[in-house]
């Protein structure tokens, strides 16, 4: 301490103190008649806000846009899973902690397809480039841990490719959606993916004005299913429309969706937001748009958003996200959970408070299950197995 005037007090001083990453920074005043050990409690970090990067269709005043949305989420860093409905549990991807990289190189996995084998995994992820500008690109690596090393399928920083989709049934047709034909819009494309690599060129689809996407397909025998939706024009709403994997003409149904699966040949599972509650929910109809049905009867349910239903390759089960469940200061939770395709046996599958989405069934190992989830800091997709095997 120096005091160039001996008039004047001694000079004070605010010092913070913390281990970035571990624990939360302290703020303390310092001066001169202080003792000079000083004892400090800190707090540890047991949470941060974690950006959840999609790309995404959506309404704007002039109509549909293609961009990217960041939404922020919860992140607990505890990676537990305490659910009983749950035997074994891992990682799949190991993408750092986002609060420790620079805030303008995050990184976020937006979707992702298990590959018929069920011995991969290839997901979309959103990153951005040295001038802030977002990309997409598909990736593929092992489903078994977070071991193992990853390969990029698409190439390039300037285009969106989100929404991988391959069916099991040998074909070996990777589908998904990307504005890579026309950087305005999305469209759905097409690839053979064979061994773990792109054997073919990538074909497109669709090449119509309006906005495709969000493709599903149960069947490369039959048809392709995805949303569509007109351009220019505020009060679009998305269609379910189905095309054969030849890309002959597309067939526009009725039927109004948010989101859409097809894993099942036989019955198109769907999202729409409930015209009274205001809130997401699931849907079914057969291949022809005919015969809606509600998946949720559960009134409790059906008062919050229901969505990203994944049916099991039977038909009998389906996997979905709610935000059912409160966290911490009765935030709403989003987890994974499970019915039957006649709305009976309802149980949920994870409890971090983390935000759980996009579940995805193995197509060849029984009760395994695999989804994303900001647990740890960052969006990385995990594996579970279910107790009961089922």
């Known amino acids: 301490y120096e005091r160039a005037d001996k008039t004047q ?37 047991t949470e941060i806000t974690a950006k959840v990067l999609t790309p995404q269709v959506v309404m704007t005043p002039t109509g549909a846009a293609i961009k990217v949305v960041e939404v922020p989420a919860v992140a607990t860093l505890n990676v537990k899973e305490d659910s009983t409905s749950v035997s074994d549990y891992k990682a799949v991807t190991a993408y750092q902690r986002q609060d420790m990289r620079p805030a303008n190189r995050v990184e976020s996995i937006s979707s992702f397809t298990v590959t018929p084998d069920g011995q991969s995994i290839v997901y979309a992820l959103t990153d951005t480039d040295e001038n802030g500008n977002r990309y997409s690109n598909l990736y593929i690596k092992r489903a078994e841990d977070s071991s193992g090393g990853v390969s990029r399928l698409t190439q390039g920083n300037r285009n969106l490719d989100i929404q991988p989709h391959i069916a099991n049934d040998s074909s070996n047709i990777l589908v998904f959606a990307s504005n890579r034909g026309e950087r305005s819009k999305t469209d759905i494309f097409r690839v053979s993916l064979v061994e773990n690599r792109l054997a073919t060129g990538i074909a497109r689809l669709t090449s119509d004005n309006r906005f495709n996407y969000c493709p599903t397909y149960g069947d490369s025998n039959r048809q392709l299913f995805f949303l569509s939706i007109e351009p220019a024009f505020p009060k679009a709403e998305p269609q379910i429309c189905s095309i054969a994997l030849n890309g002959s003409l597309a067939t526009q149904l009725p039927n109004v969706a948010e989101q859409i699966d097809n894993t099942a040949p036989d019955k198109v599972f769907f999202v729409r937001v409930d015209q009274d509650t205001g809130k997401k929910q699931i849907y079914s109809i057969t291949a022809d748009g005919k015969m809606e049905t ?50 009976s046996g309802l149980q949920r599958l994870t409890y971090n408070e983390s935000d759980d989405f996009a579940p995805q069934w193995s197509p060849t190992e029984e009760g395994v299950v695999f989804f994303i989830s900001t647990r740890g800091g960052a969006t990385n997709i995990w594996r579970l197995k279910l107790a009961s095997g089922r």
Do not use: M
């Open 9 to 45: 007090p001694w000079p004070r001083s605010v010092v913070s103190v913390e281990i970035p990453g571990r624990y939360k920074p302290v703020k303390f005043e310092f001066f001169y008649e202080q003792e000079t050990n000083l004892p400090l409690i800190l707090e540890a970090v």
């Open 294 to 343: 509600a998946l949720l009867n559960q009134e409790d349910f059906k008062k919050v958003n229901c969505y990203d239903p994944c049916v099991s390759a039977d038909g009998q089960r389906v996997l979905f996200t709610s935000d059912h469940a409160t966290g911490t200061g009765d935030r709403a939770n989003k987890d994974i959970y499970l019915v039957n395709a006649d709305g």
